[in-house]
């Protein structure tokens, strides 16, 4: 089966410290896309980001920020000066069809 | 523009029984997949319909079933419930296109006694 893998169950920072979550993938597919979404105590699973397979190019969005390796199939994802209201369960997923990965829970403590 | 809406959002049923799920998608969607999140399996995709028609499965037993409607709102039904069945079922949709995101409802939670 071609996988998701987040290593990291869960991680637990205390507020303003930079996190990073670890994603990697297995595909054989040439053309893929890549996803994070945000999962809150309320349960509903929130989009983030999308990045296609042949755009390598870093993104950042206010403190978060998005690093693509195709050479290595990772898509890390860093918060950067973290805030309470990043607590959440955050997954990593890749089409075609969407796989997505165990997830990593995400404390950040006041 | 209305969000993806799950019902109900809580059921308890008894082993044995069968329940059905509901999904209305974001408007213009015409994707409903399906997935099953426990927290030992985490999020396994179950199907996945469009224009009326099961596009993909997971590797879910036949007591896992679902349709599509004309209007691109779906059902899912589970018959014979397991303890194991337990989960929040979360339904997505989308334009139906691998490079679009889906958006998830807020789920339905289900517990077996």
């Known amino acids: 089966a071609q996988k998701v893998t987040q290593a990291q169950t869960e991680i637990s920072v205390v507020e303003k410290e930079d996190v990073t979550l670890d994603c990697v993938y297995e595909?054989?597919?040439?053309?893929?896309?890549l996803f994070w979404y945000k999962q809150p105590p309320s349960g509903e699973l929130v989009f983030l980001i999308r990045?296609?397979?042949?755009?390598?190019q870093n993104e950042i969005s206010g403190r978060y920020s998005w690093n693509f390796q195709k050479s290595t199939s990772s898509f890390n994802f860093t918060i950067t000066a973290s805030q309470v209201v990043d607590s959440a369960v955050y997954f990593c997923?890749?089409?075609?069809?969407?796989?997505f990965g165990q997830g990593t829970r995400l404390t950040i403590n006041p | 523009k209305a969000g993806v809406t799950q019902t109900p959002r809580y059921l308890i049923k008894t082993r044995g029984q069968q329940v059905t799920l509901s999904c209305s998608p974001i408007s213009g969607h015409r994707s409903v997949s399906w997935y099953q999140q426990t927290p030992g399996q985490g999020l396994q995709f179950l199907f996945e319909y469009f224009s009326e028609t099961q596009r993909n499965k997971g590797n879910f037993p036949g007591r896992f079933s679902g349709r599509q409607f004309s209007n691109s709102r779906s059902e899912m039904n589970v018959s014979t419930l397991e303890l194991g069945d337990s989960a929040l079922y979360l339904c997505?949709?989308?334009?139906?296109?691998?490079?679009?995101?889906?958006?998830f409802g807020d789920g339905t939670r289900l517990s077996i006694l």
């Open positions: 990045r296609n397979s042949f755009d390598e």
């Open positions: 595909t054989r597919d040439t053309t893929y896309y």
């Open positions: 997505a949709s989308s334009s139906g296109q691998p490079n679009q995101p889906q958006h």
């Open positions: 997923a890749r089409s075609q069809k969407l796989v």
